[in-house]
């Protein structure tokens, strides 16, 4: 049970973070009263590749992270890390992480998550079918003295 | 040395002024946004990610755009600008094997699960000028992408191919481990350095200097007979443990390209003929930079494979590490025209008496 709330908030903070800042804007605009227990800052975070893809980790390099954390009237406290730079993206990610844990997470779930889901899924299937269309098969000629 | 100087703060006032009016260029031609560079000029986005070692498009392009479109300036602004940001943490390792793929090819395997993928490429274009551009028209139409197979739909299945190799005990494996790799944002750069350090200065190092190295390699300067066993280029997750819940969330995205090689290796001592491998790992679509990264990371690695070292620039450490870096070398190279007038002060009196006393020598000889 403790897994699956974990999974599932791990999924919507991922979400939440990979979702486009005026997007999520839009689909939520107005913020209900809540307290800063972090406010919003900006910083990096390295990233780690593997050597050759499967060995041990290297540092590649760092992206641009702003991290939240918020408590809401009834004390639930949410936190949020997504890349950018992006202040208010964060503050509205951490709001939604905490009210994912109350009452309003079905009504949350129907009017933003599921639609920035299925927008994510929408913009990775067209990249991907745009990539698949440039899917070819090399042939090996054989040569003329060969033949 | 360098001595400071004072004095010069109007005339100093006035150059930037100026700058700043040649950077707009002239005003009757609209302005370049910032939306603009990061869409539009997206590879030079993408190698000021990788040089300036910070992966934000946003402000590569405010980079390129404060640089006047001069690269290493812009590298350097967002070096110095990384330099402000508090580090939160270290991501995982980054899984290249769950890569959502824009391209992906093999030189070595003509058919491979998951298919050869070209995406967005130069490769067979005609390098000929396309006037068509100039002529300010509409987005190029293009016809829309062939239906697929549905099955395919989604980030298709994208196995490595040295995966392939692996299996059948070809080339030479690279276990896991969790160890902490040096960072060279942290400590300074020093020799020995391993492969994790080394692959780290080369991903930021300067791509014309990495490809001349990778050039000279397959030139013959410590050749290591490599294929391109696969190159892709498509977008992965960041996952970071976040210390406040415990657990580890999927923060964001970042595009990179990733090379590996597939070299000849006559096998030594302690190991069986077998095939090596080169890595390259770059922040965005930087294929050229990605490759050259693989062959000289290979070429690096001769002590611990056991093979000659013959004196070629791509098998020196020290040479490659200590000078792969353009900020540092820029830096160097550059102070060189600010003011050392008390250093050539000192030379000057030094000719002048050599001068003298040589001038002295012959009238007493005559």
Sequence with gaps: ?147 | MYVAVKGGERAIDNAHQWLAEERRGDLSIPELTIPQIREQMKLAVNRVMAEGSLYDPDLAALAIKQARGDLIEAVFLIRAYRTTLPRFALSNPVDTGTMAVDRRISATFKDLPGGQVLGPTFDYTHRLLDFALMAEGEAPSGTPPTPINPLERGAPLVPHVTGFLDRDGLIETEPATDTTPPDLTREPLELPADRALRLQAITRGDEGFILSLAYSTQRGYGRTHAFVGELRIGRVAVEVDIPELGFAVEIGEVELTECETVNQFKGSRTEPPQFTRGYGLVFGQSERKAIAMSLVDRSLRWNELGEDFTGAPAQDAEFVLYHCDNIQATGFLEHIKLPHYVDFQAELELVRGLRAEAQAQREAAE
């Design chain 1, 1 to 147: 049970m403790i897994e699956d709330q974990t999974a599932a908030r791990k999924g919507w903070m991922s979400l939440l973070a990979k979702a486009p800042p005026d997007r999520l804007a839009a689909l939520l605009p107005d913020l209900p009263d809540h307290a800063l227990v972090r406010s919003p800052e900006s910083g990096s975070v390295m990233v780690r590749g593997r050597i050759g893809a499967s060995g041990g980790p290297f540092n590649l390099g760092e992206i641009t992270v702003t991290r939240c954390s918020v408590r809401m009237g009834c004390g639930t406290v949410g936190h949020a890390w997504v890349q950018g730079r992006d202040k208010a993206h964060a503050r509205r990610a951490a709001v939604v992480d905490a009210l994912m844990q109350t009452e309003a997470a079905a009504g949350l779930r129907a009017s933003v998550l599921h639609l920035l889901a299925a927008e994510a899924d929408q913009a990775r299937a067209t990249r991907a079918a745009k990539a698949a269309a440039t899917k070819v098969d090399f042939f090996t000629m054989v040569r003329g003295e060969d033949a």
